[in-house]
């Protein structure tokens, strides 16, 4: 494999492919755009199954010494004493009548 002025020359025994410089840009950006496009499709589209909660802290109902959290994924509320968000989802919870 040779880069020169005319673009990256493949040599593979007795046979040589030649490949331009705008057709090794084009396949790098083809590349670059695919994978932004699944890291964006793993990170934001597919649901978080069995992942941990991203639990953001709400000031406004905290009852001291209780400190109000809300998942950022599924909406749930929950509650801890320790300064420290949940460390397990409550979505499954039932509650006691």
Not at 26 to 50: A, C, D, H, M, W
Request: proline residues 5%; contains cysteine.
């Amino acid at each position: 494999m040779n880069w020169n002025e005319f673009g990256l020359t493949l040599d593979f025994g007795e046979q040589t492919f030649q490949v331009t410089r705008a057709t090794v840009i084009e396949l790098l950006t083809i590349g670059s755009v695919i994978f932004f496009l699944i890291f964006l499709y793993l990170n934001f589209i597919v649901p978080r199954k069995g992942k941990r909660c991203r639990w953001r802290r709400d000031s406004k109902g905290e009852r001291p010494p209780f400190i109000k959290w809300v998942c950022k994924d599924c909406l749930v509320e929950a509650f801890t004493t320790d300064n420290r968000p949940p460390k397990e989802c409550k979505k499954n919870l039932k509650s006691v009548a």
